[in-house]
């Protein structure tokens, strides 16, 4: 099967799934759900069916999914730059509009409400960002390994394989971004601004990307980019412990506002020029052709 082809059935299967998913979870509780959280797996159960259904390619024994252990030190790396990338975007937020953070007072009522208070607010602010860092990617790492299996994973290393890296990311950015107008209808993303929040998500997915797609080649393990999205996400999380809703405009502050984009595309931008995207890539057109063709290989053990 062409690669055009494998991008167009994946794209037309996983969009319009977690679309449908997400209007009806939205009639059953919407962010509030217990199971709103499943649509993250789409992506990457639309890939494993693919694989073993319609491709017949091998998944685990040398794939190109990035099922492997790969180089230790950017599990490390990954989830350190994003930290740093995300909590940089709060402090400059800060400098601009210090009243969109809540004052000591109010952070000190709520860790003792939250039982999170021992004499110390910083103590208590750092141990809930653990927490949410190890403990909550640790639990959620199979949404988080199911976004990226679809994304970093296939998406769009077919992508720059078929095209020039820079549109392989914008097209990229724009399928990943389409993939979540039902979290920004519903306010996960870009609260109270939908139709502002789209073009917004589209330029956060495609910098985010290049930056998770930069530490998942280098490092040929998918679990590096699983990583780097738990990063995003609970790094983030931590940090609405502290922010006003009132003060708090997410088109401006914060990690998906006009700061953080700025920031994420400055670090896409120098990691863009510092890797060969085409002999990088993971994704090998003429090896998935030829274990397509041989019914041997496509069966083997280890699928």
């Given at each position: 099967?062409?690669?055009?082809?494998?991008?167009?059935?994946?794209?037309?299967?996983?969009?319009?799934?977690?679309?449908?998913?997400?209007?009806?979870?939205?009639?059953?509780?919407?962010?509030?759900?217990f199971y709103s959280h499943f649509t993250m797996y789409i992506p990457g159960l639309t890939v494993?069916?693919?694989?073993?259904?319609?491709?017949?390619?091998?998944?685990?024994?040398?794939?190109?999914?990035?099922?492997?252990?790969?180089?230790?030190?950017?599990?490390?790396?990954?989830?350190?730059?994003?930290?740093?990338?995300?909590l940089l975007s709060y402090f400059i937020s800060w400098l601009v509009n210090p009243s969109m953070f809540v004052s000591h007072e109010?952070?000190?009522t709520s860790l003792i409400a939250?039982?999170?208070?021992?004499?110390?607010?910083?103590?208590?602010?750092?141990?809930?960002?653990l927490i949410n860092i190890i403990a909550g990617s640790i639990l959620n790492?199979?949404?988080f390994l199911g976004e990226e299996l679809g994304w970093r994973g296939f998406l769009v290393p077919r992508l720059l394989s078929l095209t020039k890296p820079v549109y392989a990311f914008l097209l990229g950015g724009v399928i990943w971004a389409l993939w979540h107008i039902v979290m920004i209808r519903q306010g996960l993303n870009y609260p109270g601004h939908f139709l502002s929040g789209i073009p917004m998500m589209i330029l956060f997915c495609?910098?985010?990307?290049?930056?998770?797609?930069?530490?998942?080649?280098?490092?040929?393990?998918i679990f590096v980019a699983l990583i780097s999205h738990a990063a995003i996400n609970k790094t983030a999380m931590s940090m609405s412990f502290l922010v006003t809703k009132q003060d708090f405009?997410?088109?401006?502050?914060?990690?998906?506002?006009?700061?953080?984009?700025?920031?994420?595309?400055?670090?896409?931008?120098?990691?863009?020029?510092?890797?060969?995207?085409?002999?990088?890539?993971?994704?090998?057109?003429?090896?998935?052709?030829q274990k397509q063709a041989n019914p041997v290989l496509a069966t083997s053990p280890g699928n």
């Open positions: 099967m062409k690669t055009k082809n494998e991008i167009l059935i994946f794209t037309a299967i996983c969009l319009p799934l977690t679309w449908m998913a997400g209007l009806y979870l939205s009639n059953k509780g919407g962010l509030g759900s494993l069916g693919l694989y073993f259904f319609l491709f017949r390619r091998p998944v685990f024994r040398k794939g190109d999914l990035g099922f492997r252990k790969g180089q230790f030190k950017y599990l490390l790396i990954a989830p350190a730059l994003f930290t740093f990338l995300i109010e952070v000190k939250k039982g999170f208070y021992w004499g110390n607010s910083i103590t208590g602010l750092i141990v809930i960002f790492a199979g949404m495609t910098s985010v990307g290049i930056i998770i797609q930069y530490l998942y080649f280098k490092s040929g393990s405009n997410p088109l401006i502050y914060g990690p998906t506002g006009l700061i953080g984009l700025a920031i994420f595309t400055i670090a896409a931008g120098w990691l863009y020029f510092r890797i060969d995207w085409k002999h990088s890539n993971t994704f090998d057109p003429q090896r998935s052709v």
